[in-house]
Each structure stands twice: as C-alpha cells, then as structure tokens.
C-alpha cells in the first residue's frame, strides 16, 4: 500500500462498551507504534510492536488497553469499558526498525477518532 | 522527566512573510531530533530529522536549526504559503534501542492571505 491506513477514521461509542481500532503498516515495515492524541495535547507513546513482539507496552494507560500483530503486519488496538476520558484520536506508525539505525523514520497513518458519550 | 516544550503555541502570519518556530527539550540521552508537521485531520509528516551532530537541516523552504548544547532547536519556514498552515510539532528521540519519541505539544501556523 501506499501509506499506513487506519480504521475506522471514526468511532463513537457508548460508555462502557469496548472497540477495536485497526492498523495497516507499510508492507516490510518491522516496527509499529500505537499514540494517543488528546484534544490540545502532544502525541502520547501507547505501545510498540518489533515484528510481532512488544518489547515496550509501558504506555498503555491502563489494562483495558491492549494490542496485538499478527503476520508481522495489521495490529489492533482494544480498549475494554470504555470511558469518557478514552476519548481521542488514536495514530499508528510504522517504520523499516532496528535494521535501520536510529534515523529510522516512522510514518503515521490519518488516525481513529474515537469519541466514548 | 523528558520533555519537549514548544513556543509559541499558535502563530498568524501574512503569506509571504517568513517565521521561526522554537523547541526546547529535557529529553536525555539524545538521539535524534525531527519536525512534524501535521495538517488537520491528518497523521504527522515527517520535515527533518537531525542527529546530535548535525546543526542544521534544509528541506525546500524548512530549515531546521539544533543546538545540542543548549538542548534547542528551531523551524524557519521562508516565503509561507497557504498550505503552510497546519500544527508543527517537535520529536525527540532518546537512545533506546528504539524510535521511541517525545512529542511537543505543537506550534498551530496560520498563514493569512
């Protein structure tokens, strides 16, 4: 594919229920990334996938967070019972990974508005 | 704690005129520095990216300037066009292992025909 896509680019939801996010990186990019982005607020790290690992989940707010990658390729990122407070525009990027060096540069995908009334 | 801290917070210029957008960073170790920028609606694009011994960076009418020492760095758009109105935002990377970045909060351009 041309670029990262994601889906759907919008989501409202009903408190308490959960959703799925999905992300499709560029084909051969190793690396995945899962950012939050609050209203007015900068970018914040979520999770990071290697392949299909995930050597760093340290900013997933809480365990009704989850993520996972298959096939080294499409991830989705789960929240259980959403709250209000979930509210925001999820991004994914991807990127080629470790192999390539600390320049490597990530490509964000148009991101999941997700809106919890 | 690391952080990247961005002035000013939005920006409204004449098209035509030029502007420098400022970050300034805690982040430590240092990796890499980059400018985003992102339209409305839209996932962040990547303008420049700067290692710590580079000092500036051109990309068409974006240079990017970084002082390491200080721990600054600065966007210089020249000849704004209209497009040119969307948040940038300032990245830093720490040495990780991996790309895991640092988000400024975003200058918001305005370019104003």
């Known amino acids: 594919g041309a670029g990262v896509s994601q889906s759907p680019s919008n989501k409202v939801t009903e408190k308490g229920k959960d959703v799925e996010l999905r992300c499709d990186p560029i084909?051969?990019?190793?690396?995945l990334y899962w950012y939050r982005q609050s209203l007015g607020q900068g970018l914040e790290f979520l999770i990071y996938?290697?392949?299909?690992?995930?050597?760093?989940k340290s900013g997933l707010p809480s365990d009704r967070f989850s993520a996972e990658r298959t096939g080294g390729s499409v991830s989705t990122l789960t929240i259980q019972r959403t709250q209000q407070e979930d509210s925001a525009v999820y991004l994914c990027?991807?990127?080629?990974?470790?192999?390539?060096?600390?320049?490597?540069?990530?490509?964000f995908g148009p991101g999941t508005r997700l809106t919890v009334l | 704690k690391n952080q990247v801290e961005q002035s000013p917070q939005s920006l409204i210029i004449l098209e035509g005129k030029n502007c420098t957008l400022q970050c300034n960073y805690t982040v430590s170790p240092f990796s890499n520095l980059r400018w985003y920028k992102q339209d409305t609606g839209r996932g962040p694009v990547s303008l420049t990216i700067?290692?710590?011994?580079?000092n500036t960076k051109s990309n068409g009418r974006y240079t990017a300037t970084l002082d390491a020492d200080t721990k600054q760095s600065s966007l210089h758009i020249t000849a704004s066009q209209l497009s040119d109105s969307a948040s940038y935002i300032c990245v830093v990377s720490g040495n990780t292992g991996f790309q895991k970045l640092v988000f400024g909060t975003g200058t918001r351009l305005l370019v104003s025909p």
């Open positions: 700067m290692t710590f011994s580079e």
């Open positions: 996938f290697q392949g299909n690992s995930a050597p760093d």
């Open positions: 990027a991807s990127s080629l990974g470790s192999l390539a060096g600390l320049s490597d540069t990530q490509y």
């Open positions: 084909s051969g990019h190793t690396a």
